[in-house]
T-cell receptor, first 115, second 114 residues
């Protein structure tokens, strides 16, 4: 079965400092992994996705994530936080290897950016 | 531009009433999904559809139903609303190619059951 664990429910950083949001996954197969962002009172937007190509994935707004199979991790990073990055971030795994199209969401990490 | 819309955006209802939440997408996606979002749980799948006349139960389907009569719409019905169904509901479409593709999310419907 597929699942993800987001290791921090809340992360707080100062503007201009690096961001690290941690995610570990569990999958019986080689997974597809995604990071989605949700700004307050908004729907979810895709930040980036990993689908077995390059292990370092670049997304929108300067975010990137590295797939590490040996550590079953897919951590999200950004070199320098901006105030507009304050949002809820979800790590997501797909069970595409079973032929289904469903996503399994982590419980989310709320990012606060301090001016 | 293609989009996915939900209505209403906010709904207050009473226990025992039937409620229907609408979802409409113009992406022409075969796959559509309904999720609920609650604190501490992330998003949980309620029902999903891979095409017209196809519906499937998700992780938390009890008390909900869907029907798919065309490609664009997947309405979610709460047969007899309960306070435990107070939540924010998101509709999504996409996720083709066996889950390799992203899902596109609507803006959400905040439902309160009193």
């Amino acid at each position: 079965a597929q699942s993800v664990t987001q290791l921090d429910s809340h992360v707080s950083v100062s503007e201009g400092t690096p961001v690290l949001l941690r995610c570990n996954y569990s999958s019986s197969y080689s997974p597809s992994l995604f990071w989605y962002v949700q700004h307050p009172n908004k729907g979810l937007q895709l930040l980036l996705k990993y689908t077995s190509a390059a292990t370092l994935v670049k997304g929108i707004n300067g975010f990137e994530a590295e797939f590490k199979k040996s550590e079953t991790s897919f951590h999200l990073t950004k070199p320098s936080a901006h105030m507009s990055d304050a949002a809820e971030y979800f790590c997501v795994v797909s069970d595409y290897q079973t032929g289904a199209n469903n996503l399994f969401f982590g419980t989310g990490t709320r990012l606060t950016v301090i001016p | 531009d293609a989009e996915i819309t939900q209505s209403p955006r906010h709904k207050i209802t009473e226990t025992g009433r039937q409620v229907t939440l609408a979802c409409h997408q113009t992406w022409n996606h075969n796959n559509m999904f309904w999720y609920r979002q609650d604190l501490g749980h992330g998003l949980r799948l309620i029902h999903y559809s891979y095409g017209v006349q196809d519906t499937n139960k998700g992780e938390v389907s009890d008390g909900y139903s869907v029907s798919r009569s065309n490609t664009e719409d997947l309405p979610l019905t709460l047969e007899s609303a309960a306070s435990s169904q107070t939540s924010v509901y998101f509709c999504a479409s996409g996720g083709g190619r066996g889950g390799l593709d992203e899902q596109f999310f609507g803006p959400g419907t905040r439902l309160t059951v009193l």
